[in-house]
Nanobody, 122 residues
Framework: VQLQASGGGLVQPGESLRLSCAASGSIFKVGTMGWFRQAPGKQRSLVATITNNDRTDYADSVKDRFTIGRDNAKNTVYLQMSSLKPEDTAVYYC?????????????????WGQGTQVTVSS
């Protein structure tokens, strides 16, 4: 099983960008999905999460600017980013709790996708 992220790029301050991340493989269930980011010289930090009941949580720094959503039919999580600021520049990573069926046992893995670079600069 794996997560594949896409949608990063270079934008100017105030512009918008949408990230996507799809889970693939022999997945029995997808739990909470989310986005984290890591800026140069800083630790990876939470951006937003969404449960499989659509309960969301956001970092204070992105509230009212970013929106997380998911399409359960496609095992995909999205991050709509608006009013982007230079301080949003970072590598963005998607994360998901992926449950697989191995034999007669369920295994849940905290899975990370590859990072996607978001650069906000004029």
């Amino acid at each position: 099983v794996q997560l594949q992220a896409s949608g990063g790029g270079l934008v100017q301050p105030g512009e918008s960008l949408r990230l996507s991340c799809a889970a693939s493989g022999s997945i029995f269930k997808v739990g909470t999905m989310g986005w984290f980011r890591q800026a140069p010289g800083k630790q990876r930090s939470l951006v937003a999460t969404i449960t499989n009941n659509d309960r969301t949580d956001y970092a204070d720094s992105v509230k009212d600017r970013f929106t997380i959503g998911r399409d359960n039919a496609k095992n995909t999580v999205y991050l709509q980013m608006s009013s982007l600021k230079p301080e949003d520049t970072a590598v963005y990573y998607c994360n998901a709790e992926l449950t697989t069926l191995q034999g007669d046992q369920l295994h849940t893995l905290d899975t990370w996708g590859q990072g996607t670079q978001v650069t906000v600069s004029s």
